[in-house]
C-alpha cells in the first residue's frame, strides 16, 4: 500500500491549487489523516485534518482559504487551496493510516511542491 500525491504547482499570489493523494493497495483499510506541509528551512507542521467521522480541523494560519476533503470510493484525500500566499510554499505531504489482517500502518505520501510567488 502506498500514497501518491498530484497536483501541486507553481502560482502567484491570490491563486488557487488542488493536491490529491490516492492511496493504492488491495485489501487495506485506509483511514487518511491529513495533510502537512514543511517550507524551506521549516520543519514539517500540520496543515488540516480530517477524522473518520468527517470533522475536520485547521491550522490557524489556513483557516478560511484551505478544505480538505475525501472521496472514500476513490481512496483519495484532496487539499483546496485558495487565496495562496508566498508563505504557503513548501512540499504538502498526505498522511494516512492503513490496517490489514491486525497490522496497522503510518503511511507518508511522497510529497508535492506547492510554490507560491508573489
Known amino acids: 500500500v502506498q500514497l501518491q500525491a498530484s497536483g501541486g504547482g507553481q502560482v502567484q499570489a491570490g491563486g488557487s491549487l488542488r493536491p490529491s493523494c490516492e492511496a493504492s493497495g488491495s485489501d487495506f483499510r485506509i483511514n487518511f489523516v491529513g495533510w502537512y506541509r514543511q517550507g524551506p528551512g521549516n520543519r514539517r507542521e500540520l496543515v488540516a485534518q480530517?477524522?473518520?467521522?468527517?470533522?475536520?480541523n485547521y491550522a490557524d494560519f489556513v483557516k478560511g482559504r484551505f478544505t480538505i476533503s475525501r472521496d472514500n470510493a476513490k481512496n483519495t484525500l484532496y487539499l483546496q487551496m485558495n487565496d495562496l500566499k508566498p508563505e504557503d510554499t513548501g512540499v504538502y505531504y498526505c498522511n494516512a493510516g492503513a490496517s490489514r489482517g491486525g497490522a496497522e500502518y503510518d503511511l507518508w505520501g511522497p510529497g508535492t511542491q506547492v510554490t507560491v510567488s508573489s
Open positions: 480530517i477524522r473518520t467521522k468527517g470533522s475536520t
